[in-house]
């Protein structure tokens, strides 16, 4: 979406690098539309959440509202669950294991 001069709106979701690191161990490091390292050095993201959040931290924060909107950031919260997070079989095992139930 544009603003009222054309230019592209965006969104900061993080406060600073930290709080973009917890998030990102709490949903794409668990993810199974996650980059692999090969990935990474390839320049190829799966998920096009992860490469706008990864562009972001070493620009100057910010990504675009269409992405934004996909992520569903929530200011209530300093990490919030990702609205396209696909949990990994391991990650649906761990938490049966801690709750002693499996999670939808």
Not at 38 to 58: R, S, T, W
Not at 69 to 90: F, I, M, N, Q
């Amino acid at each position: 979406m544009k603003d009222a001069w054309g230019k592209e709106m965006t969104v900061r979701p993080f406060s600073n690098g930290t709080q973009y690191l917890d998030w990102q161990a709490s949903n794409c490091d668990r993810c199974t539309k996650a980059a692999t390292e090969a990935d990474y050095y390839a320049g190829k993201f799966p998920c096009d959440i992860e490469k706008e959040l990864a562009y972001a931290a070493v620009g100057d924060g910010t990504i675009n509202d269409e992405i934004a909107a996909r992520l569903k950031p929530d200011p209530e919260s300093y990490v919030w669950p990702c609205g396209e997070w696909e949990p990994t079989e391991a990650w649906k095992a761990e938490y049966a294991a801690k709750q002693g139930k499996a999670r939808e």
